[in-house]
């Protein structure tokens, strides 16, 4: 049986995009993004939403030429190990890159506990609006956040407006770039 964790990377004021959908601002720095390998080790399934699943299509081929470092080779090493569910009425079949990707129109609540009991590893939520029902659900086991020093304003919340949740912290790390890791569990 895996666990379940949601991942964000979020402005200061909790957004993980902003007001026009935006999310360049967030782009990790390499020492970042190491730490991103890193803790992928972990991961069994990552559960995404259709505009999640198709920027992440991208770590599906590596470039002809030899553009990507060695950190990224490994990321999409990764990457394309790893179980894929993608959450999207709109996405067919013929969209997906893989035949390692599962394709669910409508991710309720049991499908996502299911998805949990089958998996060998961690089971991470990768985008806030797929996250929300879990989040609000108390399904979520694990919380990960990275805080990117930059206020945005306004535009796509981490977090549901909604949720209420008492978290303590288990892990904690600041980036060279300003970047914080805040790693959470629930109470």
Do not use: C, Q
């Amino acid at each position: 049986m895996g666990t379940l964790s949601y991942t964000a990377t979020v402005s200061l004021d909790g957004y993980a995009a902003d007001a026009s959908g935006d999310f360049d601002w967030s782009a990790p720095s390499g020492e970042v993004f190491e730490f991103h390998v890193d803790r992928m080790a972990a991961v069994s399934t990552e559960v995404l939403g259709r505009n999640t699943y198709l920027l992440m299509r991208y770590w599906e081929s590596p470039p002809e030429d030899d553009s990507w470092s060695t950190a990224e080779h490994e990321f999409a090493r990764r990457w394309r190990d790893i179980e894929h569910v993608v959450a999207s009425s709109t996405l067919t079949r013929a969209d997906l890159a893989s035949d390692r990707v599962r394709l669910v129109p409508e991710l309720g609540l049991t499908d996502l506990e299911k998805i949990v009991a089958d998996a060998a590893g961690e089971v991470e939520i990768f985008g806030p609006t797929t996250a929300s029902a879990a989040i609000r659900a108390g399904m979520v086991r694990d919380f990960r956040f990275f805080v990117v020093p930059r206020v945005v304003g306004g535009g796509l919340r981490a977090l549901p407006d909604d949720a209420r949740l008492d978290l303590h912290l288990v892990e904690h790390r600041i980036f060279g770039n300003g970047t914080a890791y805040l790693r959470y569990r629930p109470r």
